[in-house]
């Protein structure tokens, strides 16, 4: 298991984030195949900390990541980054649930990402080493990535989304179907990385995730953000009828 704070100084030197900016969506539209998705979606994210976007299947929650990372773009509206509507490319590092990787080894898959990401040649020994040890994957380093287990190639995934030196990190369900083990490691980078300056926004609907990782919590339902709070007191009083029935489990219908 990791340490939660024990090296993040040591690390620093090999592992550095850059600081993000206010992120703002207004009056966001969008439709796919004459279906509505988001109407007159607007969503203020400060630029620090983890926010956790949860919100029943089908909300739109995992496509607000997909346009914060210019994935996608909206029929009307925009994403403003600081003000400015230019999509901060190079600064966003994303995590989707399946994770797909090189047919290279561990060292090598994060090697590729820091050299997609500019790093030069010679600092990328180095940097890798950094990653690695953020990630608890040293002595996996020469393995073959397709041949780690579920975990331990999200893990690897995530690593590699933070070979660009982000200052944003979207994690759509980075955990989902991984065992409580696998989880905490997953946990536990997001946190650090937090600790960092890296500005971290997660799609999930574990409770349990949102409790122990986020700073705050938008809750997401047929394309409209229903609450924003922080999220001790959104899991213990949330303000919409429709979040409080969605953390006590019933199906959200209206």
Partial sequence: MLKMNSDLALLAPRVSFSAFMPIRLENIHLAFARREIFSNLNLEIGAQGITA???????????????????????????????????????????????????RSVQDNVMHALAVAGVARAERPFRTQGLLELGGMEHLAKSPARKLSGGEQQRLTLLRALACNPGLLLLDEPSASLDPQATALIENIVLRASQCGVKVIIVTHDQGQAARVADEVAFVHKGQVLDIESTESFLNNPQSRLAKAYLAGALLID
């Fill in 53 to 103: 976007i949860m919100g029943p299947n089908g909300a739109g929650k995992s496509l607000i990541l997909r346009l914060l990372a210019g994935l996608i773009e909206a029929a009307q509206g925009r994403v403003l980054y600081n003000g400015k509507p230019e999509v901060p490319h190079g600064q966003i590092g994303f995590v989707f649930q399946r994770p797909v990787l090189l047919r």
